[in-house]
């Protein structure tokens, strides 16, 4: 908890359209904006903000940035110990590819073994906040087991839809949590169909990605904590697994946070944005390279990397703002460039990471091969989840 003489409350002003910038009332339930369509996001009075020097002391996990979070009252906080996971330095694959400096956030060891945690502890918190009678969610795999863990410690009500193929570890541990798993043939764009159906009363709140204001909120916390684990030195570039989307709109919504509040100075050098995406499923590096005008027709494909099947997200053109604003890029990498990055992090660091996480790997080899990257500048990947409930994808493929 904080300390008891630590009164930290919510800065949280008003909610804003993320196209058309019009204001929308906070502490009520919102979904995407009635102007626009566009996902809504949270705006604070930064002016109000303390000094990064109150950090030290605090809990550690994602609720130290309690003012630059959402939740009003944290007698509704659901919280399973979120947040503030290790940055790891990477020696020996360093040391293998000419890397001056290689590091990784793991977030494997947040509680459900994944980076989704966040989202859904600020979610589910915010359900409580603003009186859900339960929360509903297609996802593809991670997602629907952080909001079963979270509804179960809050009390409410958890269905969770998730594709008929996603690996049974993830299918098991919502049900051990008492969630309601609904199985849908196809991509999470069918289940987000079949979450409309269920929920036509609107009696559940949605939390599908970036359809209400709350998740970003508590993923962007990994921007504060890289910053704060940095010693306020950011990286030269982040690589990020962008299926949804709204990790790397959340890091970059926090980068520019801690600009406005001065915990980093305005004239920082803020990081180079990496999005990377599967070859079986890559809308944003098809829009990017203007194979296609945007993703509403897109078509993937499952990948191993369950997380990143998202063919049509609906945060694409604020992906496409990171990108263009940090002068980033995307890219896709193959299922078995993944299972190549896999071996290499346990072989290599003793790190059996995600699918995801590996593929950012091998974004990394693939943009120093072209010079888009260079060996002297500072890298800092981010592994999304732990690789034991992806065992039904990459069960037996450990040879090279």
Same mark, same amino acid.
């Not at 915010?126 to 593809?140: K, N």
């Given at each position: ?20 910038? +019009? ?16 996902? /809504? ?26 003012? /630059? ?5 944290? +007698? ?20 293998? #590819? ?46 629907? &087991? ?9 009390? /409410? ?56 204001? #709350? ?72 829009? /990017? ?56 992090? +346990? ?12 593929? &950012? ?40």
């Amino acid at each position: 908890m904080l300390f008891a003489t630590d009164t930290a409350t919510s800065l949280l002003s008003q909610l804003e359209c993320s196209r058309c910038h +019009a204001p929308y009332e906070a502490g009520v339930p919102h979904t995407v904006s009635a102007c626009c369509a566009a996902p /809504l996001l949270a705006r604070y009075a930064l002016e109000a903000a303390p000094p990064r020097s109150v950090l030290p002391g605090r809990e550690a996990t994602m609720w130290r940035y309690r003012e /630059l979070l959402p939740l009003h009252d944290d +007698a509704h906080r659901v919280s399973l110990g979120e947040g503030m996971t290790p940055i790891l330095t990477l020696d020996n694959l360093a040391a293998r #590819y000419g890397l001056r400096s290689l590091r990784l956030k793991d977030e494997g060891q947040n509680p459900t073994g994944s980076f989704k945690a966040r989202g859904l502890s600020m979610a589910v918190s915010m359900a409580r906040e603003l009186g859900a009678a339960g929360c509903i969610i297609p996802t593809a795999g991670n997602a629907g &087991v952080a909001m079963a863990a979270y509804c179960a410690k809050a009390g /409410l009500p958890a269905t969770v839809v998730m594709p008929r193929h996603t690996p049974v570890a993830f299918q098991e541990e919502c049900r051990w949590y008492g969630a309601d798993v609904q199985l849908v043939d196809g991509l999470i764009n069918d289940c987000a169909a079949r979450v409309r159906e269920l929920n036509a009363a609107g009696q559940l709140l949605d939390v599908s990605t970036l359809k209400e204001p #709350y998740r970003i909120e508590g993923k962007k916390t990994m921007g504060y904590e890289l910053a704060e684990q940095g010693g306020w030195h950011l990286p030269d570039v982040i690589l990020y697994p962008a299926g949804g989307g709204t990790g790397l709109i959340g890091i970059w919504k926090a980068l520019r946070e801690m600009q406005a509040i001065g915990w980093l100075p305005a004239e920082a050098r803020l990081p180079r944005m990496v999005a990377v995406q599967a070859e079986n499923c890559c809308p944003l590096v098809a829009t /990017l390279a203007g194979r296609q005008p945007n993703c509403q027709q897109y078509q993937g494909r499952p990948t191993i990397a369950n997380g990143l099947a998202v063919p049509r997200p609906l945060g694409e053109a604020l992906m496409l703002q990171v990108l263009a604003e940090s002068s980033g890029t995307a890219l896709a990498i193959g299922d078995e460039d993944m299972l190549t990055g896999m071996r290499e992090l +346990a072989r290599l660091e003793g790190l059996f990471v995600a699918p995801e996480g590996a593929a &950012v790997w091998m974004a990394a080899r693939q943009l120093l091969a072209t010079g888009w990257l260079r060996p002297d500048e500072e890298l800092l990947l981010l592994n999304t989840g732990s690789a034991q409930k992806y065992l039904d994808n990459v069960l037996g493929r450990y040879a090279q």
